[in-house]
C-alpha cells in the first residue's frame, strides 16, 4: 500500500519536474482563454469573433508575440448555451489555466461565467452588449461592444430630433432583446418618450404579424422601435413592409450587418438604427480617428477569410487588442497588474470606438460611438 | 376589430398549414413502423436549403425545388437504409434514440455545406401582401395553404386508391399479417421515410420564403409538427391536418389578444389539456380501434 503510494507521488513529482523543465526552456505562451457561441443559434457572433481571435493571435505571434512570448489561444464553443459556457469557463480557469479569457459572445453565456471570474480572479472581457455585464462594475469584468443602454439613447435621441414623442416597441424574449427593452423603457421615460405599444416575440418565431398588428392599431404611435437579434428582426422588417406600416422605423445594433440587409431585403428601405463605423468605412470623414483601424481591419478581415467582415467580429478585435495592450503595460502576466492595466486604458482607438476605461467604467465607449445609419436603395448611409 | 381577427387568423393558417405538413410526415412513419423520426424537421431543413444553394448556384427556382425534394427523399431513404433497418431487432424507443443523433448528424452535415448564416428564398409568386377587409395576406401563404391541401388530398388518394398506399396501411395495421399476405415490410418501411421525407422537404421550400431558412430551422419547426402530431392523435392523418391548424392559431390569437409573452405557453399547454382529457389526442381512438 505504502509502495503504491510511494511510487505514485515519485512519478507525479516526475512529471511534475517534467513539465517546470520544459516551460523553462521554451518562451511560455501567454494563455488566452476564450468561450464562443461559435455554432448555435447565435453562432452568426460567435463565428466571425472566433476567426478574429484566430487571425490576429497568428498575426501577433508572427510579428514576435507580446512581451517576447507567443500568445496561445484556448477556445471552446458553448453553442449559445449558458451552462455549457459556465462549464467552459470553469475548465478554462481550472485546467487550463489561462492567463485572460476574451470571449462571451452572448450576454447569457457571459454573465453565466462571471461569478467564477469573479471568484477565481481572473481578468475577462467580454464581447456581449447587455449594460448588466459591467453596470454595476464588476472587478474583473469589462466588455467592449457599447451597451444596449446607449443604443436605445442614440435611438430614442434620434426620433426626438425628428419630433417623435411616442413610439411602439417590439423587442425578442431573448437576453439582447430583452435587456434592450428595459434599456429602451427607462430611457425613454428620461428622455420625455411614450412608449404606448410594448410587444414581443420568441428567436425562433416565424412570424410577427400579430404583434405589430397590434402595434398598428395602438392610437398615437409615431415610430416603431424593434430591439433584437438574429433573423428575428428581418421578420419584423418584413411583417411590416407587408402591413404596409409607414411610420419610421428603427432597428438596433444588433442586427447592423450586411446580411439583415440581405434577409430584409427591399422590405428594410428607410429604416434606421445605431451602428458601428465598420459598416460605413469609406463614408467616414477623413479626420475621423477610427477610419484607419476600421478599414485596416475590414480588408485584412475579409482577404483571410473570404467573407464579409462583422460588427460582431470587431468586438473580438478590440478585446484582443486591449488584453495585449494591458498585457504590455503590466509588463507581465500577473493578473491583478493585468486587471489594473485594463482599468486605465485611455484613448486606445478600436474598431467599435475609442476606448477610455476606468475603476468606475469597464466598458469605456460612450453613446457617440454608434453612428445612426440609414438604409437607402438597399445600402448604409451614413446619417450623422 | 374583424380586420384584427382576421390578421390573426392567416398568420395562424399559413403557419398551421406548416405545422399540418411536418407532422403528417410524423404521422406517416408512425403508422408504419410505431417509430417517431425526430428527423423530420431536418427534411424540411434539407428542402429549404437545397433549394436556396441551387438556385444560387444559377438552377431555375422549379427545378431546383423538385432536386432539392429529390434530394431529401434520398436522404429519407438512406436514413431508412442504413440507421433505421440495421437496427430492426431493437425497440422502438431505441430507433427514435437513432433518429435524434441521425437529425443531429444531418444538421451538422448541413452545417459544414451550407454554412450558419440564415437564407431568403424569393416569393414564388409577387412580393406583393394582398389586402382582404383590412387585413393583409402574404401571397406566398396562398402556395402554402394551396401546396398543402394539394399533398394531403394526393396522400389521401394515394392511401386508398393505390396498391402501395394500402401496403402501407396494412403494415400499420398489423405487421405480421402483412408480411404473411406477401407484402415485404421493409420495403414499406422505406416507402415511408421516403414519403415523409418528400412531404418535409416541400413544406420546407413552400414555407422558406415566409420563415427563410437555415440549417437549424428543423429544430423548432420540427418540435411544433410534432407536438401538432401530437394534439391530433399520433397515427391519425387528419389529426395532424387538424393539430396542425389548431396550433398555428392559437398561437397566432394568444400572440395578438392575450400577448406575445405567453404565446408559447398557451400552445404548449394547449397540448397539455387536449392529452388530458383526451390522452389518445384529438382523433387518435381511431386507430385504437383498427389495431
Known amino acids: ?384 | 376589430m374583424f380586420a384584427e381577427f382576421l390578421q390573426y387568423l392567416f398568420t395562424g393558417i399559413t403557419i398551421g398549414a406548416t405545422y399540418a405538413l411536418i407532422a403528417l410526415g410524423f404521422t406517416l412513419i408512425y403508422n408504419a413502423s410505431h417509430v417517431i423520426n425526430f428527423a423530420q424537421g431536418e427534411f424540411l431543413m434539407i428542402g429549404g436549403m437545397a433549394t436556396v444553394s441551387l438556385t444560387a448556384m444559377g438552377v431555375p427556382m422549379v427545378l431546383a425545388i423538385i432536386l432539392a425534394v429529390l434530394l431529401a427523399g434520398v436522404l429519407g431513404i438512406l436514413l431508412q437504409r442504413f440507421a433505421i433497418a440495421p437496427a430492426k431487432q431493437a425497440d422502438v424507443v431505441t430507433l427514435i434514440i437513432i433518429t435524434i443523433g441521425a437529425s443531429i448528424f444531418i444538421r451538422g452535415l448541413a452545417q459544414l455545406v451550407w454554412g450558419k448564416e440564415y437564407h431568403v428564398m424569393q416569393n414564388f409568386s409577387s412580393d406583393e401582401p394582398i389586402r382582404i377587409f383590412g387585413a393583409v395576406l402574404n401571397s406566398q401563404s396562398l402556395w402554402v395553404l394551396g401546396i398543402g391541401a394539394i399533398l394531403v388530398v394526393g396522400l389521401v388518394l394515394f392511401f386508398t386508391r393505390t396498391l402501395i398506399g394500402k401496403a402501407i396501411l396494412a403494415t400499420s395495421m398489423n405487421k405480421e399479417a402483412a408480411r404473411l399476405v406477401g407484402i415485404r415490410t421493409q420495403l414499406v418501411l422505406m416507402l415511408a421515410f421516403l414519403v415523409s421525407a418528400v412531404l418535409g422537404s416541400v413544406a420546407g421550400v413552400v414555407v422558406a420564403p415566409i420563415t427563410f431558412t437555415s440549417y437549424d430551422i428543423g429544430i423548432m419547426l420540427g418540435l411544433k409538427g410534432f407536438v401538432a402530431a401530437a394534439i391530433g392523435g399520433l397515427g391519425s392523418g387528419i389529426g395532424a391536418v387538424v393539430g396542425g391548424l389548431l396550433l398555428g392559431v392559437v398561437e397566432a390569437m394568444a400572440a395578438g389578444y392575450i400577448s406575445s409573452d405567453y404565446k408559447d405557453a398557451v400552445a404548449f399547454s394547449m397540448i397539455l389539456v387536449v392529452l388530458f382529457f383526451m390522452p389518445r389526442g384529438l382523433f387518435g381512438a381511431k386507430v385504437v380501434e383498427r389495431v
Open chain 1, 1 to 384: 500500500m505504502l509502495k503504491t503510494i510511494l511510487r505514485r507521488t515519485g512519478k507525479f513529482a516526475a512529471i511534475a519536474a517534467a513539465g517546470l523543465v520544459m516551460s523553462a526552456q521554451a518562451a511560455e505562451p501567454i494563455k488566452i482563454g476564450s468561450f464562443l457561441s461559435v455554432t448555435g443559434p447565435a453562432s452568426f457572433l460567435g463565428d466571425p469573433e472566433l476567426k478574429t481571435l484566430e487571425m490576429y493571435v497568428e498575426k501577433i505571434n508572427e510579428d514576435g508575440g507580446v512581451l517576447g512570448r507567443p500568445l496561445e489561444l484556448i477556445h471552446y464553443d458553448d453553442v449559445g448555451n449558458a451552462s455549457n459556457a459556465r462549464n467552459f469557463a470553469s475548465r478554462l480557469i481550472r485546467s487550463d489555466r489561462v492567463d485572460i479569457i476574451v470571449g462571451g459572445s452572448t450576454t447569457g453565456a457571459t454573465m453565466a461565467a462571471v461569478p467564477l471570474v469573479e471568484q477565481a480572479q481572473i481578468p475577462f472581457v467580454s464581447l456581449a452588449g447587455a449594460v448588466v455585464i459591467t453596470t454595476p462594475v464588476k472587478e474583473w469584468v469589462f466588455k467592449t461592444p457599447q451597451s444596449d443602454r446607449m443604443a436605445a439613447e442614440r435611438i430614442l435621441g434620434d426620433m426626438k430630433d425628428r419630433g417623435i414623442t411616442k413610439i411602439g416597441l417590439i423587442s425578442g424574449t431573448g437576453g439582447f432583446g430583452s435587456s434592450g427593452r428595459t434599456q429602451t423603457l427607462e430611457v425613454a421615460e428620461q428622455m420625455g418618450i411614450e412608449v404606448l405599444a410594448d410587444e414581443t416575440y420568441s428567436g425562433s418565431d416565424t412570424d410577427m404579424t400579430a404583434q405589430l398588428t397590434n402595434i398598428r392599431n395602438t392610437d398615437g404611435v409615431e415610430a416603431v422601435l424593434n430591439f433584437g437579434f438574429g433573423q428575428g428582426p428581418a421578420i419584423v422588417t418584413r411583417n411590416y413592409a407587408q402591413l404596409g406600416i409607414d411610420l419610421p422605423f428603427y432597428q438596433s445594433h444588433g442586427v447592423a450587418s450586411d446580411s439583415f440587409l440581405e434577409l430584409a431585403g427591399d422590405a428594410a428601405e428607410g429604416l434606421r438604427l445605431p451602428a458601428s463605423p465598420l459598416l460605413v468605412p469609406d463614408s467616414l470623414p477623413e479626420d475621423d480617428p477610427q477610419k484607419e483601424v476600421v478599414q485596416n481591419y475590414k480588408a485584412e478581415y475579409e482577404a483571410r477569410w473570404n467573407s464579409k467582415v462583422s460588427t460582431f467580429g470587431a468586438y473580438a478585435y478590440d478585446g484582443l487588442m486591449l488584453a495585449v495592450q494591458a498585457i504590455e503595460a503590466a509588463g507581465s502576466t500577473d493578473k491583478e497588474a493585468v486587471r489594473e492595466a485594463l482599468e486605465n486604458i485611455q484613448g486606445y482607438v478600436g474598431v467599435t470606438g475609442e476606448f477610455n476605461l476606468s475603476p468606475e467604467d469597464h466598458n469605456g465607449l460612450d453613446a457617440d460611438s454608434f453612428r445612426i445609419l440609414e438604409v437607402q436603395n438597399g445600402e448604409w448611409k451614413l446619417i450623422n
